[in-house]
Nanobody, 119 residues
Framework: QVQLVESGGGLVQAGGSLRLSCAASGSRNIFSIYAMSWYRQAPGKQRELAAALTRNGQTNYADSVKGRFTISRDNAKNTVYLQMNSLKPDDTAVYYC???????????WGQGTQVTVSS
C-alpha cells in the first residue's frame, strides 16, 4: 500500500503561482517502482492528466499546462511537486496525486487538494 497526501492548494489570482506537494509513504524506493502523476478534475468535467513523471525522470504534460507547470520529485523526501505558474481560471480544479505501477497492476490516489484561480 502506498499513501499519498497532497498539500499546497488554495485560492490565487490569475497570473499567480502555487506549488503543490505530494508526500508518499508506505513503500521503499517508491519512485523507482511507481510513475508519479498529477491529475485534475474541474467541476462537471472528467479527471484529466496534467503532468506525469516516469521512474527514469521523463516528464509529460497536458498541452493546456505546457510551459506553465513543472513536475518534479525529491527522492530523499519521497515527495512529488507540481509548480504551477501563470495560473488561469481554467486551472481551477481539484488536483490529485497518483502513483502507478502498471506491471504490478497497482495504482494509488491521494485525497486531492483544491486549487481555485480567480479572474
Amino acid at each position: 500500500q502506498v499513501q499519498l497526501v497532497e498539500s499546497g492548494g488554495g485560492l490565487v489570482q490569475a497570473g499567480g503561482s502555487l506549488r503543490l506537494s505530494c508526500a508518499a509513504s508506505g513503500s521503499r524506493n517508491i519512485f523507482s517502482i511507481y510513475a508519479m502523476s498529477w491529475y485534475r478534475q474541474a467541476p462537471g468535467k472528467q479527471r484529466e492528466l496534467a503532468a506525469a513523471l516516469t521512474r527514469n525522470g521523463q516528464t509529460n504534460y497536458a498541452d493546456s499546462v505546457k510551459g506553465r507547470f513543472t513536475i518534479s520529485r525529491d527522492n530523499a523526501k519521497n515527495t512529488v511537486y507540481l509548480q504551477m505558474n501563470s495560473l488561469k481560471p481554467d486551472d481551477t480544479a481539484v488536483y490529485y496525486c497518483n502513483a502507478h505501477a502498471p506491471l504490478l497492476h497497482l495504482a494509488f490516489w491521494g485525497q486531492g487538494t483544491q486549487v481555485t484561480v480567480s479572474s
